[in-house]
Structure formats: structure tokens, C-alpha cells
């Protein structure tokens, strides 16, 4: 497709359980990013990959997340052991090379019960 | 502590007149800034961006203004349609690494027709 695509758009799930979101970027765009927004606050940097240079993680706000690029395309970030603070829009963007500009999907919108 | 910060919530102007929205930041890392808009249930959409080393960058009605002694950035958009309807987004990108984003919490806009 043209743009990036996320699935589920929403997904909603009880306390405890775990959570895949999905993210296929712009098709040549090496750098991929995952967001979050939590109600009312600004995006939340989570996780970036680039290429087959290790991961930044520095954004991960607990070891019960995780996100894999399988062939330096799709991403899927995982949510283990979901908690009620984890309802949030998680977003992606990718990145052409070295371009400034980072270009989003249109979020799944996770509710956690 | 909010690197960038977009202090006016809200912002409501008529039809035709200009549009100002607001950003400061602390961190002189940052070598572009990006805005973007989001409308509800979607993701961010690219709107325009300026390098650290420009003052103006202008794109059809939007125009953006760096001033970098004050660590400050304002989105002009000029005449405002009320398509322009959305939630903007202040996203400087660090330096280096990841290259990032890292947003303010956004400014609701409403242009009244």
C-alpha cells in the first residue's frame, strides 16, 4: 500500500492477558518507529529499528514490552501481562533513509480492561 | 520534564484570518522541527518542517518561524479554512541515534466558518 497500515485499529482486552499490534511501513523505508498517546498527552517515543542495526529500546516503559522487524519490514510490538495504564493509541511511523520526515499509520487503539 | 512544550491548549479563529500556534523547546540538540495535524481516529499527517539552520520555512499557507535564541517555533497558517479543523503537533527530531521525535502535547484548532 501507499502509506503505513497498522492492525487491529482496535482491540480491546482484559487485565493480564497479552496483546501482538502489527505494523507494515512504507514499502523502502528502512527506519520504522513505534508511539504511543496516552489520553490527552503528546506521542511517546517507544521503539526504533533500523536496518539490521540493533534496536533503540530506550523507550520502553517496562520489560513487558517487546517489538520485533522481521525481514526489515513488518514490526509487531507486544504487550505481556496488559495493564489498565497501557490503554493508549499505539502509533507507527517509518522513514525513508535519512529523510527528516516520519510518516504515521493511523494507530490501534488498545483499551485494557 | 517536557522538552517541548505547547503551552495554549486550544486556539479558536474565524474563517480567513490567521492561525498562530506556539512552540517552545529546551533542548538545543534538535536540528529539525516538524509539525504535524491529526484529525480524531487518525494518525499524524505531515504538515511542514524547518532545519535548525533556517529562520522561515514557508509551503502554501502554512509558513513556519525559528527563532533559536529563544528556543521558540510558531505555525502560521494563513487565510485559516476550517478543514484546518485539527489537533497540531510540535515535533523537534533529536539529534543523532534514533532520530526521534519528540512532541508536544498538541494544540486543538477550530476555525469557525
Known amino acids: 500500500g501507499a502509506g503505513v497500515s497498522q492492525s487491529p485499529s482496535n482491540k480491546v482486552t482484559e487485565k493480564g492477558k497479552d496483546v501482538e499490534l502489527r505494523c507494515d511501513p512504507i514499502s523502502g523505508h528502512t527506519a520504522l518507529y513505534w508511539y504511543r498517546q496516552s489520553l490527552g498527552q503528546g506521542l511517546e517515543f517507544l521503539i526504533y529499528?533500523?536496518?539490521?542495526?540493533?534496536?533503540?529500546k530506550s523507550g520502553l516503559p517496562s520489560d513487558r514490552f517487546s517489538a520485533e522487524r522481521t525481514g526489515g519490514s513488518v514490526s509487531t510490538l507486544t504487550i505481556q501481562r496488559t495493564q489498565q495504564e497501557d490503554s493508549a493509541v499505539y502509533l507507527c511511523?517509518?522513514?525513508?533513509?535519512?529523510?527528516?520526515?516520519?510518516?504515521f499509520g493511523p494507530g490501534t487503539r488498545l483499551l485494557v480492561l | 520534564d517536557q522538552q517541548v512544550k505547547q503551552n495554549s491548549p486550544s486556539l479558536s479563529v474565524q474563517e480567513g484570518r490567521i492561525s498562530i500556534l506556539n512552540c517552545d523547546y529546551t533542548?538545543?540538540?534538535?536540528?529539525?522541527f516538524l509539525w504535524y495535524k491529526k484529525y480524531p481516529a487518525e494518525g499524524p499527517t505531515f504538515l511542514i518542517s524547518?532545519?535548525?539552520?533556517?529562520d522561515k520555512n514557508e509551503d502554501g499557507r502554512f509558513t513556519v518561524f525559528l527563532n533559536k535564541s529563544a528556543k521558540h517555533l510558531s505555525l502560521h497558517i494563513v487565510p485559516s479554512q476550517p478543514g484546518d479543523s485539527a489537533v497540531y503537533f510540535c515535533?523537534?527530531?533529536?539529534?543523532?541515534?534514533?532520530?526521534?521525535?519528540?512532541f508536544g502535547k498538541g494544540m486543538k484548532l477550530t476555525v469557525n466558518p
Open positions: 511511523a517509518s522513514r525513508r533513509g535519512t529523510a527528516e520526515t516520519q510518516y
Open positions: 524547518i532545519s535548525s539552520i533556517k
Open positions: 529499528f533500523q536496518g539490521n542495526s540493533a534496536p533503540d
Open positions: 533542548n538545543s540538540m534538535f536540528d529539525y
Open positions: 515535533a523537534p527530531r533529536a539529534q543523532g541515534g534514533s532520530e526521534k521525535l519528540v
